[in-house]
T-cell receptor, first 114, second 115 residues
Framework: NAGVTQTPKFQVLKTGQSMTLQCAQD?????MSWYRQDPGMGLRLIHY???????DQGEVPNGYNVSRSTTEDFPLRLLSAAPSQTSVYFC?????????????FGPGTRLTVT | AQSVAQPEDQVNVAEGNPLTVKCTYS??????LFWYVQYPNRGLQFLLK??????LVKGSYGFEAEFNKSQTSFHLKKPSALVSDSALYFC?????????????FGKGTTLSVSS
């Protein structure tokens, strides 16, 4: 199993550009989520999905869109990049979004917006 | 609302000494509690979790954590630290009694083990 994979690993954008961060998992997990990690802020939840076709907002959803057309994939779209979106983005998955299911994390995407 | 506090930004210990990384939580119901570790330029790795039962939970790499309901704490411990334990550690909580709630992370504690 590859686990949770993310592409690209690094990305530099100019303000106003859009892009999609890719996330895929091969563990048949129902629950997937996106976090951003900023120094001193821990991980903050952006969006999450409890299954194909179902998504919801997390703590910091503004400026980001998601969709979940398949169980495996959960892309994160930046609509119009801003310097405040410079961060490290992590995708995670688990067999359930409730209970004691631990999440498995991808290696992250380091995004810089200039 | 759920929250997690890790009161120490950094913990420094000498190799071979015991280590403790502190975590306190707040949930309206009962908690599920987790510890994750992050090595430089890597994603988070699951270490251990508390679901129910024994308050002392054992996890990967010799780590353990003790759930204390009265103090709302879930401190991470290891009897003898290794230099290779140096990393960023995150505590996380989910409210057991509220369906569909997200996993909330603390801000992280950097553990530095010196040789």
């Amino acid at each position: 199993n590859a686990g949770v994979t993310q592409t690209p690993k690094f990305q530099v954008l100019k303000t106003g550009q859009s892009m999609t961060l890719q996330c895929a998992q091969d563990m048949n997990h129902e629950y997937m989520s996106w976090y951003r990690q900023d120094p001193g802020m821990g991980l903050r939840l952006i969006h999450y999905s409890v299954g194909a076709g179902i998504t919801d907002q997390g703590e910091v959803p503004n400026g980001y869109n998601v969709s979940r057309s398949t169980t495996e994939d959960f892309p994160l779209r930046l609509l119009s990049a801003a310097p405040s979106q410079t961060s490290v983005y992590f995708c995670a998955s688990s067999y359930s979004g409730t209970g004691g299911a631990e999440q498995y994390f991808g290696p992250g995407t380091r995004l810089t917006v200039t | 609302a759920q929250s997690v506090a890790q009161p120490e930004d950094q913990v420094n210990v000498a190799e071979g000494n015991p280590l403790t990384v502190k975590c306190t939580y707040s949930v309206s119901g009962n908690p599920y509690l987790f510890w994750y570790v992050q090595y430089p330029n890597r994603g988070l790795q699951f270490l251990l979790k508390y679901i129910t039962g024994d308050n002392l939970v054992k996890g990967s790499y010799g780590f353990e954590a003790e759930f204390n309901k009265s103090q709302t704490s879930f401190h991470l411990k290891k009897p003898s630290a290794l230099v290779s334990d140096s990393a960023l550690y995150f505590c996380a909580v989910r409210d057991r009694d509220q369906a569909g709630t997200a996993l909330i992370f603390g801000k992280g504690t950097t553990l530095s083990v010196s040789s």
